[in-house]
């Protein structure tokens, strides 16, 4: 066979041909130009180089040699405005923003903007134009690979105006991943990465092809759904919520990293793109507020609420920087399962706001945790409790109290030396100290929590795992959590007259924390006839709810339980029927 024939250069293209060059050696961008009548495409060297091509930069049919390097997902729409220019001749413009696999077989994401000249008589003549890495223009992620937030801003920016052309509307679902700062943390950023293209992976693949996967700022992605309504969406959110919320493991470590979700649609929660990108991160906010793994879909009541908590939050600070003006401590008795007498009490925080009206703390806490305020508040709270406590150990001299931490608070450096501190100041022995932590705020690094914990018991500080129960591996956290007290959240107890099950579950767990030395506190006992069971029956140590008392300030405890709950003669008592 002899060899192929070059190549010439149709009149056009051979004209154009020296300024091409420059243009194309002077930018990374990769330039393109076709001669309609001959069919021939010159592209830009770069072009040839980052992908791979055999063809070389003049090519005879450009369709065969470049569309089997477009990303399957993407192929449609890249055909679709190829005959939107060629065959129906509705446009003279390519706008179209798609992936294609480079010379290492990683799909890259490519802006391509080109525009086809006729001549006088309206005859095509000539195409051309431009395609940028996205990730140039810092439109594409460098981890997960997807568009970013300017990208998906100009997608909502179009599907607005669909909806004005055919009346069709749609969803956007922003999703975020909880806690991911702490696997961040536990690991390293690179882990984290990690974790972000996985998630990344997971999500496109549960995706319709009309549908489109972003990545935003941090830890949350946006998916953009035409014409979906609310039953579509929130069966898209539960897949995803399924699948992350479960073990997952990269590089042989393990994570656990739940999702949450807003969504709003469109034309309905706004017809402009930074309103609804505002409303749908207003949902996504409100759902991670509201406890975190969940769906929440944007509506005019929840935006108000949440634009009070950002003004909230400013308030929130103003108290804390003023000597945590506002704030309060409220108690609630813990009593011997035994003797029914007053053995301790659990510090629980209260907030009133300048208006002097009394804000719930599911309102007000995840954002003393989100802000931080949390840290110098959470110093100011054992403060409190401790003074309290040394009062109350006159009347009760081995009074317990026990005071709420949060994961951040175990992590700062300046908690433990400040809590050590304030019991000497205060003068009390470190065993009138317990500290709850609730087991949704831990996340996977048992080396480190106990670590931190080993510090305080060590100096004869308890540890108290809160709710227990209510989060997703509990029989793992009494594994590897060391700790002096369970807690055992009401959601165990409030059928147990009715439930076999749940009496025998909770005698289970009592019997299970015994074996390994922990006490055992039961939460949420509201009945007489329940203490008799989990009191009795159960076994539980201590008890915790409204049929002793409600939390109250300070002053009321005193007047309403030190009298009621006094210590009564344990005489009575079977020596072999006391607890450990």
Request: aromatic share 10%.
């Amino acid at each position: 066979m002899g060899k192929a024939q070059p190549i010439v250069l149709p009149p056009m293209l051979d004209r154009i041909k020296f300024f091409f060059d420059i243009l194309a050696k002077s930018s990374e961008a990769y330039f393109f130009a076709t001669d309609i009548g001959s069919g021939l495409t010159m592209i830009s060297e770069n072009w040839v180089n980052d992908f791979g091509l055999k063809s070389g930069t003049v090519i005879r049919d450009m369709g065969e040699a470049w569309m089997s390097r477009i990303h399957p997902d993407d192929l449609p729409r890249f055909v679709a405005a190829e005959k939107a220019i060629f065959v129906e001749h509705k446009t003279d413009e390519r706008r179209i923003d798609y992936r294609a696999r480079n010379r290492f077989g990683e799909y890259v994401w490519l802006k391509c903007r080109g525009r086809l000249l006729k001549d006088g008589k309206g005859k095509p003549i000539f195409f051309g134009g431009i395609m940028t890495r996205l990730e140039h223009l810092n439109e594409a992620d460098g981890v997960t690979g997807l568009l970013s937030k300017a990208p998906f801003q100009r997608a909502i920016s179009d599907a607005l105006d669909e909806f004005r052309r055919t009346g069709v509307g749609g969803a956007i679902l922003m999703l975020g991943l909880d806690n991911f700062k702490i696997v961040n943390e536990t690991y390293s950023r690179s882990f984290g990465d990690a974790v972000l293209k996985e998630t990344a992976k997971q999500i496109s693949n549960m995706l319709q092809q009309d549908m489109m996967l972003y990545k935003l700022d941090g830890d949350e992605f946006a998916i953009l759904m035409p014409g979906a309504g609310e039953t579509q969406t929130a069966k898209l959110f539960r897949a995803i919520q399924k699948c992350m919320t479960r073990q997952q493991f990269i590089d042989g470590k393990m994570y656990f990293c739940t999702v949450s979700g807003g969504t709003v649609f469109y034309p309905q929660s706004g017809r402009e793109v930074m309103t609804l990108y505002k409303h749908a991160e207003a949902a996504l906010d409100l759902a991670k507020q509201g406890g975190k793994n969940q769906h929440v879909v944007f509506t005019r009541e929840q935006y108000n609420r949440w634009m009070r908590g950002l003004a909230m939050r400013d308030t929130i600070k103003t108290s804390v920087e003023n000597r945590c003006e506002g704030f309060s401590l409220f108690y609630q008795p813990q009593v011997d399962s035994r003797t029914r007498g007053l053995v301790g009490a659990e510090a629980l925080l209260r907030w009133k706001n300048p208006k002097g009206r009394m804000v719930a703390p599911m309102e007000f806490v995840p954002i003393l945790e989100d802000t931080k305020m949390i840290l110098p508040l959470g110093k100011w709270i054992v403060e409190e409790a401790l003074n309290t406590c040394r009062k109350w150990r006159e009347t009760f001299p081995d009074f317990v109290m026990s005071v709420n931490v949060s994961y951040i608070q175990i992590k700062d450096v300046t908690f433990f030396p400040f809590v050590v501190d304030a019991i000497k100041r205060v003068g009390l022995p470190p065993s009138a100290l317990m500290l709850e932590l609730t087991e949704s705020t831990i996340v996977s690094d048992w080396t480190f929590l106990n670590q931190q914990f080993d510090e305080f018991r060590r100096i004869g500080i308890g540890i108290a795992m809160d709710d227990f129960g209510t989060g997703y591996s509990s029989l793992a956290y009494l594994k590897n959590l060391s700790c002096d007290v369970v807690k055992i959240d009401r959601e165990f107890v409030k059928n147990i007259l009715h439930s076999e099950f749940d009496c025998e579950l909770v005698s289970y767990i009592v019997k299970l924390c015994h074996s390994m030395n922990m006490r055992v506190c039961i939460e949420g006992v509201e009945e007489t006839d329940v203490f008799d069971i989990v009191a009795n029956k159960c076994g539980a140590d201590h008890i915790q709810g409204y049929l002793f008392g409600r939390p109250v300030s300070s002053s009321d405890f005193e007047e309403q339980y030190f009298e009621a709950l006094a210590p009564k003669d344990n005489g009575d008592v079977n020596a072999e029927n006391q607890k450990g």
